[in-house]
């Protein structure tokens, strides 16, 4: 299994001279199964650029959305594949009371906010629930589960073969919780990431700016590198960076990360912030955290 | 469960997870029972009312909690636990208010009103239920 990192900005694209290291467009993961086929985790601005690489070399496509936030779904709309007859495009997501997943992603893909309708879209494109017992698809098992975010929300587990992904972009754990004393259990997110080949998770905020964003959905860093500690996961890729932080801000914090994960007993080596393009081979091994800098 | 270990317990589902987060930030009594009528957790409010903290039952069965702690009728009959409020919501699914009497663990006991509540997720599965509850005379004393 091959992860390409797309997107890693979190709520606005914040493109610009100082986020040209590590991003600005948002939240979108390329997963490359062992078969050769490609799951998308995400459809925030970053899946443009993937539409582009992919130039119709994957007709089906599944796309797994965590939650309907913009930056999560705003870059549907400008996906080359869906603007393709011959794309057959599976969208997955949260359930809502509200309504369903095809008519709640429809008031983003619908005037005034959009020139076209779903249903005007070239491609063959259907959307489904997620279900809550796990699924396949292609050589995947698939795992979805609601975590801790505002509004329906979902994390999800990938395995192919000895492999698994955990991703959980937009995750509070820590709310109205101390991590660090509670029972799995009782940890959002735990199942779903309890020794993951790698985690893909939230680490929006420094922890200094935390205070002023509890109950936001997101987490701090500490509260990030602590859930990672606590569900064992073997690496771990902080995301979905506040669109405030710029390149040096996220060097510093990257910095913040490796010494606040030795303190909790962590090799530095497996923690790495999410840099946009960045390439990572879980069948591989662990790999030289080459970004783990920003550099 | 996964490929490579298993986990070392059953997740919770979120809205249990954020009802217990919410029980233990609050000092109304507060019990939060699973889709089962397991007994998950009790916060420290409730464990002053009950006599004994969570950490020292741990999780309880609808039979053991519903006699562990009384419960009696307005007229101090012993009530079955087919007529408890929190057993009610989750056999029924919807909001129930009643007033009846808690027996501490220690044996004194403690007239209160009691509500509970199911709780139903976002894709409308069942979780469980909350109840929270006030020294009967307490309405209004803040």
């Known amino acids: 299994m091959r992860l390409k990192i797309w997107g890693a900005r979190g709520s606005i694209p914040s493109p610009g001279p100082e986020t040209t290291r590590y991003g600005g467009n948002t939240s979108c993961v390329q997963v490359t199964l062992s078969d050769g086929s490609t799951l998308v985790l995400d459809a925030g601005t970053g899946i443009r650029n993937l539409g582009l690489m992919l130039a119709g070399s994957q007709p089906r496509l599944h796309i797994l959305l965590t939650h309907l936030h913009l930056d999560h779904i705003q870059g549907l709309m400008f996906f080359a594949p869906c603007f393709r007859p011959q794309s057959e495009i599976v969208i997955w997501g949260p359930a809502s009371p509200d309504a369903s997943l095809e008519d709640r992603i429809g008031r983003y893909i619908s005037a005034p906010l959009s020139p076209v309708e779903v249903r005007e879209l070239p491609c063959s494109v259907s959307f489904r629930e997620a279900p809550a017992s796990e699924w396949e698809i292609g050589p995947a098992r698939v795992q979805a589960a609601s975590v801790s975010h505002r509004g329906p929300t979902l994390g999800y587990r990938i395995t192919d073969g000895d492999q698994s992904l955990a991703y959980i972009p937009d995750h509070e754990p820590a709310l109205g919780a101390d991590l660090s004393r509670l029972e799995p259990e009782w940890i959002s997110g735990y199942d779903l990431a309890y020794g993951a080949s790698l985690l893909v998770h939230d680490c929006q905020y420094a922890d200094e700016e935390y205070p002023e964003h509890v109950g936001w959905g997101h987490s701090g860093l500490s509260d990030a590198l602590g859930f990672a500690r606590r569900v064992e996961a073997r690496r771990t890729l902080l995301f979905h960076h506040d669109p405030l932080h710029s390149d040096d801000r996220l060097d510093a914090l990257c910095g913040a990360a490796a010494r606040r994960w030795e303190d909790l007993g962590g090799d530095p080596a497996c923690l790495e912030m999410a840099t946009e393009r960045r390439e990572i081979d879980l069948s591989g091994g662990p790999t030289p955290a080459a970004a783990r800098s920003g550099t | ?142």
């Open chain 2, 1 to 142: 469960m996964h490929a490579e270990l298993e986990s070392p317990g059953d997740q919770q589902p979120l809205e249990l997870i954020l009802a217990r987060n919410l029980l233990s930030s609050i000092s109304t009594p507060g019990f939060l029972v699973d889709k089962d009528g397991m007994l998950v957790f009790f916060n420290e409010a409730a464990g002053a009312l009950l006599g004994k903290h969570y950490e020292e039952t741990g999780k309880m069965g609808p039979d053991d909690w519903s006699r562990a702690f009384g419960p009696y009728d307005r007229k101090g009959r012993p009530m079955d636990i087919d007529e408890l409020p929190l057993t009610i919501a989750l056999r029924e699914g919807c909001p129930v208010h009643d007033s009846l009497t808690l027996q501490s663990f220690q044996g004194d006991r403690r007239e209160v009103e009691v509500s509970a509540l199911p709780l139903v997720a976002a894709n409308g599965g069942f979780r469980g239920a909350l109840a929270i509850f006030w020294p009967t005379g307490a309405r209004g004393k803040r």
